[in-house]
């Protein structure tokens, strides 16, 4: 059983910067894959960015390669996620993903944490 709770989210200016934090129970944490999705209002949830167990191989959606970077610290149970150069199409809710083998769809995903709300204005 791994529990995900997520901060970091909240109000920014366009090409501003946050840093969102995933923090993980469960001695299995380091095991697992990780994910970021997000979701705004009457969209679906897409994956942003995943990584690997030992953070060796990194994944990233089109729309913020290049912008977002996916990170974890297996010995504080953590998964970052910095975003600079954020645009107003970035605002969604963000959730924080785990799984034994992970993936890029949010239904291959067991654990979930709550979400944090990112908003960029223009």
């Known amino acids: 059983q791994v529990q995900l709770v997520e901060s970091g989210g909240g109000l920014v200016q366009a090409g501003g910067s946050l840093r969102l934090s995933c923090a993980a129970s469960g001695r299995a944490f380091s095991t697992y894959a990780m994910g970021w999705f997000r979701q705004a209002p009457g969209k679906e949830r897409d994956i942003v960015a995943a990584i690997d167990w030992s953070g060796g191989a990194t994944y990233y959606a089109d729309s913020v390669k290049g912008r977002f970077t996916i990170s974890r610290d297996n010995a504080k149970n953590t998964v970052y996620l910095q975003m600079n150069r954020l645009k107003p199409e970035d605002t969604a809710v963000y959730y924080c993903?785990?799984?034994?083998?992970?993936?890029?769809?949010?239904?291959?995903?067991?654990?979930w944490g709550q979400g944090t709300q990112v908003t960029v204005s223009s």
């Open positions: 993903a785990a799984d034994p083998h992970g993936g890029l769809e949010y239904n291959e995903y067991d654990y």
